[in-house]
């Protein structure tokens, strides 16, 4: 069954710190789609990054990078030299490719508050 | 950019009331959601629509129905609303690029329904 796991509830740091988003997923498929939304006070969430299964390259888009491992299935998230405008709920979500629409499973979300 | 827009971002109803919300994106994507999000929960799929007229049950279907008569707009419906169904309700659509595309999902920015 596919399930995906943000163990931390809530984070908080200070502006400037880097921080991690953890992120374990299950899916008894090959073939599949990971994706991190980001949902500031506001209530609408952003899309992020998409990831197919079969590409384990690393991705960095300014302060953020994705690290993402097959062999423990993890896609963490990490924000480099944190800011208050990065406060926001944070969900990680997968997609498996088999199913016959584009069922998207989200994890229970991850509330960082990064503190002045 | 693709807009995604909801009728009211907050509404009080009352029990046993028929509640409709309203959702209409403007980039001509194949695909509407329905979620609702509640804490620890992450997002839950009601349901899902591909084409105009077509619907698909989610995850929690059970008090609700649908309603795609164009493209451009998805409606949910709670036929008779209970107190269990206080929630924030999210719409989303995408792109559908072949049979499997497992494109991003573009969000409204929600609809917080209180049902008293």
């Known amino acids: 069954a596919q399930k995906v796991t943000q163990a931390q509830t809530e984070i908080s740091v200070v502006e400037k710190e880097d921080v991690t988003l953890d992120c374990v997923y299950e899916t008894r498929d090959t073939t599949y789609y990971l994706f991190w939304y980001k949902q500031p006070p506001s209530g609408e969430l952003v899309f992020l990054i998409r990831r197919n299964s079969f590409d384990e390259q690393n991705e960095i888009s300014g302060r953020y990078s994705w690290n993402f491992q097959k062999s423990t299935s993890s896609f963490n998230f990490t924000i480099t030299a944190s800011q208050v405008v990065d406060s926001a709920v944070y969900f990680c979500?997968?997609?498996?490719?088999?199913?016959?629409?584009?069922?998207?499973?989200f994890g229970p979300g991850t509330s960082l508050s990064v503190i002045p | 950019d693709v807009k995604v827009t909801q009728s009211s971002r907050y509404l009080v109803k009352r029990t046993g009331e028929k509640v409709f919300l309203e959702c209409v994106q403007d980039m001509d994507h194949e695909n509407m959601f329905w979620y609702r999000q509640d804490p620890g929960l992450g997002l839950r799929l009601i349901y899902f629509s591909y084409d105009v007229k077509m619907k698909e049950k989610g995850d929690i279907p059970e008090g609700y129905s649908v309603s795609r008569e164009k493209k451009e707009r998805f409606s949910l419906i709670l036929e008779s609303a209970s107190t269990n169904q206080t929630s924030m309700y999210l719409c989303a659509s995408s792109f559908l690029e072949g049979r499997y595309s497992n494109q991003p999902q573009h969000f409204g920015d929600g609809t917080r329904l209180s049902i008293l």
């Open positions: 979500a997968l997609s498996e490719l088999k199913t016959s629409y584009d069922k998207v499973i």
